[in-house]
């Protein structure tokens, strides 16, 4: 389909983008780089100052770009307006710790004096995923520009009008011209960029196949990335968790986004003597979910952003089945109605030869395991190429402790679900990818941390 936005609630193409030419892409890069010469060179009150403004807009138009994100990939309207605030949330942060962030570091050493200097790079390029159109871009965007460095975006395709908003915003912000554009190009155009030397550095939010694509590129160019990846985070309920409390947060830790987002608890590991009344609660809270128009508030469960994740979901489910998985709920797709639609599913029996057991499923399917113990519950989380987040439900401090310091992931949530937060870092480990953003770590992954030596 090219650069387009096509409402994945009727299957209705509303608008195409032509991709940059060559030529485009070198306009943008010259002016990223002439901009970068003077914009490193701005206080950072002034940058803080802009990036306030930005949270205001933000706020200010809330449910435009809440619409815009709905309309391009379908994630219910209540969610998107959240996702439009959180990233206000991040744009305060950056704006309000960027200068502790950056401030020298003296080191004693046996100089008369040293210390480190943190010091932006230059262009950054951003490669970001459909799922959180705005999210994804300002978690990169708010430490970039905060620490002086200036950013390119290569949008995924379907969201371009998503794209197109946050670059405007950024504008009427105050940023510069070049300090962050947007490229509407498609993935193939994506190489070349990461060649050019003046671009520095890459950023990429996605899939691993793109993930590996980037990184390969970037490292014969002797570029650092940043990976954020796929992942299959387990959900794990021990004896002494609150069962209720657990089924109720499992819902909305699988199925928020439509069930597409990469730290969505997607493999529910429950010990023998709470999973029957665990899976109970479970059936009944996603049998209550309404399915429908994700432009009305009520709605809990939105299409999926492409037919092409419709169809991955309906054959990994199918495939599970056939090789011995049990539905409990849903299962099906919805095709009485135009759009993307998949019901909130629940398998269970989940056999080791089935893509239930070892695929990412980016939809609204949980995936139901029993385990004796503790033990067992841990060897199966960790037996997975992903590790990016894990949530363990448990009252006993040493079992906590025994999850938090065994589960290989980048991190662990203990009862609670696995989210995102600016004061925190944020990333994986294994193939999950590597790197990390928010937090103080995120921004320093894009700095020269410069060392200071004075006799
Ligand atoms: P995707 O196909 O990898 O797309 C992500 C971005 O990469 C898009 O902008 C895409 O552009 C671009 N791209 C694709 N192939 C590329 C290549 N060979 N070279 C350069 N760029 C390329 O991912 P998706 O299927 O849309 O997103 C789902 C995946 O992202 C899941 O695995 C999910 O877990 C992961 N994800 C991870 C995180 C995290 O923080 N770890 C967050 C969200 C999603 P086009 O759209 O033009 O193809």
């Known amino acids: 389909m090219g650069i387009a936005t096509v409402n994945p609630a009727t299957g209705e193409t509303l608008k195409i983008f032509e991709p940059l030419s060559a030529e485009e892409i070198e306009v943008k890069l010259a002016l990223g780089e002439a901009t970068?010469?003077?914009?490193?060179?701005?206080?950072?009150?002034q940058r803080s100052q802009w990036l306030k403004a930005a949270a205001d807009i933000l706020e200010r138009d809330q449910r435009k770009f809440g619409e815009i994100m709905t309309l391009e990939m379908g994630k219910p309207i209540k969610s998107a307006i959240a996702e439009v605030n959180k990233c206000a949330l991040v744009c305060r942060y950056y704006a309000d710790h960027a200068a502790?962030?950056?401030?020298?570091?003296?080191?004693t050493t046996d100089g008369s004096r040293s210390f480190i200097r943190y010091q932006p790079m230059g262009i950054i390029l951003a490669v970001m995923p459909w799922n959180y159109p705005f999210w994804?871009?300002?978690?990169?965007?708010?430490?970039?520009?905060?620490?002086g460095n200036v950013g390119i975006l290569k949008h995924a395709s379907n969201v371009p009008q998503s794209a197109l908003a946050i670059e405007?915003?950024?504008?009427?912000a105050g940023f510069p011209a070049g300090a962050f554009q947007t490229l509407l190009i498609g993935a193939s155009q994506v190489?070349?960029?990461?060649?050019?030397?003046r671009v520095k550095a890459a950023t990429l939010t996605g899939s691993e196949p793109a993930g590996a694509s980037l990184a390969a590129t970037a490292g014969k160019q002797i570029k650092k990335t940043v990976l954020e990846l796929g992942g299959s985070d387990p959900f794990i309920v021990l004896e002494s968790a609150d069962i209720e409390a657990a089924a109720t947060t499992a819902v909305t830790a699988r199925l928020l986004n439509n069930g597409q987002s990469c730290i969505a608890a997607k493999r529910f590991i429950l010990v023998e003597s709470v999973a029957d009344r665990f899976e109970q609660l479970l059936v009944e809270k996603f049998q209550a979910l309404k399915v429908g128009d994700p432009m009305l508030e009520d709605t809990d469960i939105g299409p999926l952003a492409t037919p092409s994740m419709l169809l991955e979901i309906s054959q990994q489910?199918?495939?599970?089945?056939?090789?011995?998985?049990k539905i409990l709920t849903g299962g099906q797709v919805i095709s009485d109605r135009p759009g993307n639609f998949y019901p909130p599913t629940i398998l269970t029996d989940i056999p080791v030869d089935s893509p239930g057991y070892s695929d990412e499923f980016f939809g609204p399917v949980a995936l139901l395991f029993r385990v004796k113990d503790i033990d067992e519950a841990i060897e199966l989380a960790n037996s997975t190429i992903f590790g990016l987040g894990a949530s363990g439900w448990t009252n006993d401090p040493a079992q906590q402790e025994r999850l938090i310091e065994e589960i290989e992931a980048g991190c662990v949530f203990i009862n609670g679900m696995v989210k995102s937060d600016p004061r925190l870092p944020f990333g994986g480990i294994k193939r999950s990818g590597y790197g990390r953003e928010l937090s103080i770590q995120g921004m320093?992954?894009?700095l020269n941390v410069k060392t200071v030596w004075i006799k």
């Open 36 to 45: 970068f010469k003077q914009y490193r060179k701005i206080s950072l009150e």
């Open 100 to 107: 502790d962030f950056l401030k020298d570091v003296p080191v």
């Open 136 to 147: 994804q871009v300002f978690r990169f965007a708010a430490p970039a520009l905060m620490a």
């Open 168 to 172: 405007a915003i950024l504008t009427e």
């Open 191 to 197: 190489e070349s960029i990461m060649k050019d030397d």
């Open 317 to 325: 489910v199918q495939e599970t089945v056939t090789k011995g998985g």
């Open 444 to 446: 320093q992954e894009f």
